[in-house]
């Protein structure tokens, strides 16, 4: 009886968000999976089920294996700049918590992640003008030839990069100085006693200890520079000032597809393969951590 | 003899040598990491000193961070041009509305998927658990036809619809939940005869201020800084975030770095001043990510 009540109050009180969970979460999850095996031009009334095919098209899509391309060369790059380097600030400014500064430098490194993209692409944006820019004016001062940055192919990729790396790097350090503080400090010690040196005890110690959260913040980082979009927008604009079409990223791709060229199936596909990659990422998440479990 | 008291004979065996060495070797980390603080913040520092910049200072080299000959016209320009204070306060009533759908959804589902072991519940958890990891990005269309047919697109009804419920919100009152509030404190509390309401209204939520605070700031900063979601919900000048309507500006016009400067100062300047005072909140929701293993 007692029970009973407990029963129905907990489905009671969890019902609302259920149905909120449902309807803006569930439900366009559901359609995206059944839209991308069919094909829906926006103007017309009948979604006729193709199966396969839109797959099939994407992978012969120029345009879609550029986005591809590009957004994994963003991923990676990312998190090749990231991790190596909030490993090390964390690790020092762990090392002088007890610093008068120790604040200032946490805030520092953490504002970058918390102010909104598009602002703070705009400062990025000024360093990368051509004409403007001070990186330009830097580069000649010892002799280096300036470079049109945001409009050669390469470079503005590297820019991509500079960009979502300055903004990924706080999310890094704060999850690492996490771990650092949680490191069971006796290991320290006893290294410190056998005379290991600083340096010997972060690459010994630390780094093996860190080794899970070093592989949490890897996917975190690659799943959110994945779905990059904001940045790409605002600092690759092609010279007709397009925004995006200089370098062209998944999510760009995917919109253009369902709001310009109306192909909403053919959108829903690529959505699809996006989820496809994040699940990749999660599952190798997770089957690493096992296997470091069980040896 | 103790470990302790060994490590103190060993580092005192080796003298005061070693302690301003190591006193050195702090000195010169103090350094670089002020250094390369300084240099993460350098980029939104030049912003705003850009913004109260005439274009004739903006070519200088080296550039300044104190302008020499500080205006105004910047911000008037942008004023005269672009709904600006609309576009704040659209992100304003978004992201305050969305947080707080966020922590109202989130303290309850998570109280009871926390206290509450029936196997129905745990049905509704892996559901929740399942959606979590799919990205916003991945079903935002479906999502956007879904605005559409309530009529509620270029609204911030429309822009709210994305925002109302955040899977990780869950997990972390969950967590909260679990570890802060004793079963003992709630059967007490059915013992005395309250009942289930009022044990969650006037028990557990107090003792979830500081997770709750947490959490809140988390989704202001969040629903405040997305992109993709109202860049395709809203269409027309007047019902855009300044996310947005910063980004389209910018390629409305030739490229004009003061204003976009001056713009982009207008919206950074409270945002980063809000997180300097919340950041203990902040740091404290973002760090709880890290640790769900």
């Not at chain 1, 294996?65 to 991790?83: C, H, Q």
């Not at chain 2, 956007?144 to 709210?160: D, K, P």
């Not at chain 2, 004793?182 to 107090?206: K, T």
Request: aromatic share 12%; net charge positive; hydrophobic share 55%.
């Amino acid at each position: 009886m007692l029970q009973r009540k407990r029963w129905r109050f907990a489905i009671l009180a969890i019902l609302p968000t259920l149905a909120i969970f449902a309807w803006v979460r569930m439900y366009p999850i559901a359609e995206t999976l059944r839209l991308s095996l069919h094909e829906w031009n926006i103007l017309s009334k009948n979604k006729p089920f193709i199966g396969l095919a839109n797959f099939r098209e994407l992978f012969q899509d120029q345009l879609f294996l550029t986005a591809l391309v590009n957004t994994s060369i963003i991923a990676f790059g990312v998190l090749i700049v990231t991790i190596p380097t909030a490993l090390v600030i964390a690790a020092l400014i762990h090392h002088r918590t007890r610093s008068r500064f120790a604040g200032f430098y946490e805030t520092s490194v953490f504002i970058p992640h918390v102010v909104s993209l598009v602002p703070a692409a705009m400062a990025w944006k000024w360093i990368f003008d051509a004409k403007l820019g001070p990186l330009n004016a830097l580069l000649q001062m010892f002799g280096i030839p300036a470079q049109a940055w945001l409009f050669d192919p390469v470079l503005s990729v590297i820019c991509i990069i500079v960009l979502c790396s300055w903004q990924a790097l706080g999310y890094a350090v704060l999850i690492y100085l996490v771990g650092f503080k949680n490191l069971p400090v006796s290991l320290f010690e006893a290294a410190k006693l056998d005379g290991a040196s600083g340096i010997q005890r972060f690459w010994h110690v630390s780094v093996p200890l860190l080794k899970p959260i070093t592989l949490y913040v890897s996917v975190v980082t690659l799943i959110s520079a994945f779905n990059v979009y904001a940045q790409a927008f605002v600092l690759a604009s092609d010279s007709q000032g397009a925004p995006g079409r200089q370098v062209r990223v998944l999510v760009l791709d995917m919109l253009e597809n369902s709001f310009r060229n109306y192909r909403v199936g053919y959108a829903a596909s690529e959505a699809v393969v996006l989820l496809a990659i994040v699940l990749v990422l999660t599952l190798i998440q997770f089957g690493l951590l096992r296997e470091k479990g069980r040896s | 003899m103790t470990d302790a008291a060994m490590s103190r004979q060993a580092s005192a065996k080796s003298g005061g040598r070693m302690k301003t060495h190591g006193k050195l070797i702090d000195l010169c980390i103090d350094v670089f990491l002020f250094g390369f603080s300084l240099l993460m913040i350098l980029p939104l520092v030049f912003l705003v000193s850009n913004a109260f910049k005439t274009p004739q200072e903006m070519l200088s080299w080296p550039p300044r961070i104190i302008p020499s000959d500080p205006t105004l016209e910047n911000f008037r320009s942008v004023l005269a041009d672009t709904p600006l204070p609309r576009w704040i306060f659209n992100s304003i009533a978004f992201a305050s509305l969305s947080m707080v759908a966020i922590v109202a959804t989130s303290a309850i589902a998570g109280y009871v998927l926390a206290k509450f072991r029936f196997r129905s519940l745990n049905i509704i958890f892996i559901l929740i658990l399942a959606t979590a990891i799919v990205p916003f990005e991945v079903y935002m269309i479906p999502l956007y036809f879904q605005a559409q047919m309530l009529g509620i697109l270029n609204s911030i009804w429309g822009l709210l619809l994305g925002y109302l419920v955040m899977s990780f919100g869950i997990f972390l009152i969950r967590q909260n939940v679990m570890h802060s509030i004793p079963d003992e404190l709630l059967e007490a509390a059915r013992i005395d005869g309250a009942g289930e309401l009022w044990i969650f209204w006037r028990i557990v939520l107090p003792l979830l201020r500081g997770a709750l605070g947490a959490l809140a700031v988390l989704a202001f900063f969040q629903a405040w800084t997305s992109f993709a979601w109202p860049m395709i919900v809203t269409t027309t000048r007047e019902s855009y975030t300044i996310e947005v309507g910063l980004a389209l500006f910018q390629t409305g016009f030739t490229v004009d770095l003061g204003r976009l400067s001056a713009a982009s100062a207008a919206v950074l300047v409270p945002s980063i001043t809000l997180f300097v005072i919340l950041r203990r909140n902040f740091v404290q929701g973002v760090a709880s990510t890290g640790l769900k293993e």
